[in-house]
């Protein structure tokens, strides 16, 4: 499919064309985002680090307003000017914090590229599908109108739209959400990006529309080992589809961890909370699901404490006085004081 | 041609057809008998009525339409009482001189307007945003009629670069109709040009902070593709309905401007018909001047279903 990227059996080992084997492609090292209003500051992210390999499908995973969005916003400069980011973005070796509005136009819709929450409206009404894929391959790969049209027909193939000469001439309105949400991805994927940032692509979505979109997704990620980054609440779509899982809790990262360990021995008392708030087939009925007590916190303080210490049951003096910092990289990263015991028992399975 | 400009068109043409009924019965219900006008000092009732059955106006009313209209299709309007010269040439000879005055107002209120009010949306909360408002309410406060008298001081007396009055037509000489037209051209254009500048200024902060504009950006588009390419593109199908609807107040306009620069337009032959009763060129004004505004009402529908697929398509969403 793309000349960049060699078709590949195994995921794992297509490199993009800057990335060196087992290197990250994406790596965010302490991202912090603020906003900043007349009366106060909100703190949106704080220290938030992660990184995502080649052919890798990193989730992650918080409830509404923990910064999940923010942080792919930053990652792609896309914030407004109330936004202050510090922190580093690399990606395949290039810093992109800090880089000027030009730089990093050079590469976005290229090297990183990200499909949005609202298919509905993330197209342009008045403008066709064709139009609207060819514009990214103009932009990036300086294709004439017509290779760019031929290529828009190609990459709508590829993400499974029906009739792709018909469609390419359509526009928005005349497609489905789950039709538009591909479109959105024949956008993200039509220079062959290292990274494709996925923010809650399937939540607009029929769950029946939600499976074919993942699908797309996975295959991409093994046709042209792109690395993705999908942002989502739901953990039927982590169990689904990723491979490593980010917890993110009120700004912060609480747990880190591959899929299968964070579902069958979650060890942060947040996510054990999010796990046993989903609901399983075969479970009673009549039972009530548990719930995490108490509200978020707001975001407008950094305190020196585990930001989830006044909902947590296990939470004693020190988780409100002392920030926890993620423990050392061993595959299985967890920001707590009392950790429940790896070995504890787990929620086999958390969805589907 | 599809089933929304026919529907567009039909829907033209039966406004059309009321408004020649309108314009027909109001002149009939005008006080006076047209037979005495027209008798003159020979006021017999013999002559009288040789002269209601040489006019047909013994005829029934619904007749006497019909052989309005079917006059008015073969573009008789009929002759002035005034001037004694077929009302259809009198408003040929007035309409290129208003047309021209119509269309550089027009390009005026369409490239000021619409390049301020972007910049004012780009530059939001700069001080070209502040400068572009400040003009704007200006240009919108300011009346007509002292606009033009000042025009006229500054740069017609004082620093004569242009001529206050007069008309030469465009094609005995190009430069001197240019100089003759710009002050006027200036006065009609300026409210409009304040108009159309908010309101595009208002179309593209909404369209700016849309969600494909972000994804315009997530594409790596320059800024240049970003606001001219997807944001201006949507926002004119705003500006282009306020430009329907203020092209009534360009053909309004247009009386006062044509008093004001003297110039032999639509307008000056409205006033002139207005003041000397001349009712046969008032009907015939009245006509044209209504069948103008529902063409241009007429294009400016065309010219949405052109920037607009979703009116084209006739699709919803």
């Known amino acids: 499919m793309s000349t960049a990227h060699p078709k590949t059996a195994h995921p794992k080992n297509a490199e993009p064309a800057s990335a060196v084997p087992g290197t990250p492609v994406l790596s965010v090292r302490d991202l912090s985002v603020s906003f900043r209003s007349d009366t106060r500051t909100v703190h949106a992210v704080d220290s938030l680090s992660y990184e995502v390999a080649a052919g890798e499908v990193l989730a992650i995973v918080g409830e509404s307003g923990c910064g999940k969005s923010v942080t792919s916003m930053a990652v792609m400069g896309l914030l407004p000017p109330t936004a202050t980011v510090t922190g580093s973005v690399r990606l395949g070796g290039r810093e992109l914090a800090g880089a000027t509005e030009k730089e990093l136009s050079a590469v976005r819709g290229k090297d990183l590229a990200m499909i949005f929450q609202e298919p509905m409206t993330s197209l342009n009404p008045v403008l066709t599908i064709g139009r609207q894929i060819g514009e990214v391959l103009r932009r990036h790969q300086g294709l004439s109108r017509k290779e760019a049209k031929e290529r828009a027909v190609e990459l709508l193939a590829l993400v499974g739209i029906p009739a792709p000469e018909r469609r390419v001439a359509e526009y928005p309105h005349q497609l489905s959400g789950g039709m538009r949400q591909r479109v959105m991805i024949a956008i993200a994927v039509a220079c062959d990006p290292a990274v494709l940032i996925a923010d809650e692509p399937t939540t607009a979505l029929d769950v029946t529309v939600q499976a074919g979109i993942l699908e797309v997704l996975q295959s991409l990620r093994e046709r042209l080992g792109t690395a993705i980054v999908l942002i989502t609440h739901d953990l039927g779509v982590v169990a689904d589809a990723a491979d490593r899982v980010l917890v993110m809790y009120a700004g912060r990262a609480v747990e880190q961890a591959p899929a299968d360990e964070l579902f069958t021995a979650p060890r942060h008392p947040y996510t054990r909370g999010l796990l046993s708030a989903v609901l399983r087939p075969g479970q009673e009925g009549k039972r009530r699901l548990p719930e995490i007590p108490g509200l978020v916190p707001s975001l407008a303080a950094q305190p020196d404490a585990c930001t989830f210490a006044a909902r947590c049951t296990h939470a004693d003096e020190r988780c409100g006085t002392a920030r926890p910092a993620l423990t050392p990289d061993t595959g299985h990263r967890v920001a707590c004081w009392h950790p429940v015991a790896a070995t504890a028992p787990a929620h086999e399975e958390a969805a589907r | ?317």
């Open chain 2, 1 to 317: 041609m599809n089933r929304y400009l026919l529907t567009r068109l039909r829907q033209s043409l039966i406004t059309l057809f009321l408004v020649s009924v309108v314009v027909f019965a109001g002149i009939r219900a005008l006080p006076g008998d047209p037979a005495l006008a027209l008798a003159g000092e020979e006021r017999s009732p013999q002559a009288l009525a040789a002269i209601r059955e040489a006019y047909g106006l013994n005829d029934n009313i619904v007749v006497q339409y019909g052989r309005f209209v079917g006059h008015a299709l073969t573009g008789d309007l009929g002759t002035s009482a005034r001037t004694g010269l077929p009302v259809l040439d009198s408003i040929l000879d007035a309409l290129p001189v208003t047309l021209e005055l119509a269309a550089l107002s027009l390009l005026l209120a369409v490239v000021l307007g619409i390049g301020a009010g972007v910049l004012a949306a780009v530059r939001r909360g700069k001080a070209t945003e502040w400068l572009a408002n400040a003009i704007a309410l200006l240009g919108l406060s300011v009346p007509t009629f002292w606009l033009g008298i000042v025009l006229v001081l500054a740069f017609a007396i004082a620093v004569p670069i242009f001529a206050a009055s007069g008309y030469v037509p465009f094609g005995t000489d190009p430069l001197d109709n240019l100089r003759r037209m710009v002050l006027p051209a200036i006065v009609l254009g300026s409210g409009l040009a304040a108009v159309v500048m908010r309101q595009t200024r208002g179309a593209m902060l909404d369209n700016l902070s849309a969600d494909y504009v972000r994804t315009a950006r997530a594409k790596g588009l320059s800024r240049r593709q970003v606001v001219g390419g997807h944001a201006l593109r949507n926002s004119l199908v705003t500006v282009v309905t306020v430009l329907g609807l203020q092209l009534g107040h360009l053909i309004s306009g247009a009386v006062v401007t044509e008093q004001i620069f003297v110039l032999p337009g639509f307008g000056k032959l409205t006033i002139d018909a207005v003041f000397t009763r001349d009712y046969t060129m008032l009907q015939g004004v009245v006509l044209c001047t209504s069948a103008a505004y529902i063409l241009v009402n007429l294009a400016v529908d065309v010219l949405y279903s052109v920037i607009d697929p979703r009116i084209r398509l006739g699709g919803a969403r």
